[in-house]
C-alpha cells in the first residue's frame, strides 16, 4: 500500500515529510495541491484542513508532518505500515 501526500512544491513541511518517507523507503503518490483545485478540495474533504502537507496510508489520515514524524519516533508508523500490509507479526 501507497502513502497518498497532498502537498504543494516549496513548503518546507511538504519536503521534510517527502524526505522522510524516501528514508523510510515507503512508497507514496505526490498530489499537488497547488496545480490541481480540485485536490485541494478533495485533501480538505478528506482531512478536514486546509494545510499542507497532510499524509494518508489507504483511508487513515495520518495528518501533517508533525504527526508523521511523531508516528515514526513511536513505532506507531511502523506498526501502521505492517498492518496495511497484512502482517500482523
Known amino acids: 500500500m501507497r502513502f497518498q501526500v497532498y502537498l504543494t512544491e516549496f513548503c518546507?513541511?511538504?519536503?521534510m515529510a517527502r524526505q522522510l518517507l524516501e528514508q523510510l523507503?515507503?512508497?507514496?503518490d505526490e498530489i499537488r495541491v497547488d496545480l490541481d483545485h480540485?485536490?485541494?478540495?478533495?485533501?480538505?474533504?478528506?482531512?478536514?484542513?486546509?494545510s499542507?502537507?497532510?499524509?494518508?496510508?489507504?483511508?487513515t489520515h495520518i495528518g501533517?508532518?508533525?504527526?508523521?514524524?511523531?508516528?515514526h519516533r513511536s513505532g506507531a508508523l511502523a506498526?501502521?505500515?505492517?498492518?496495511?500490509a497484512?502482517?500482523?507479526t
Open 38 to 50: 480540485d485536490e485541494r478540495r478533495v485533501m480538505q474533504e478528506r482531512s478536514g484542513r486546509t
Open 86 to 88: 497484512g502482517d500482523t
Open 12 to 15: 518546507p513541511y511538504c519536503v
Open 79 to 84: 506498526r501502521l505500515v505492517a498492518e496495511a
Open 64 to 71: 501533517g508532518y508533525d504527526d508523521l514524524s511523531a508516528m
Open 52 to 59: 499542507v502537507p497532510q499524509i494518508f496510508l489507504g483511508a
Open 25 to 28: 523507503d515507503y512508497a507514496f
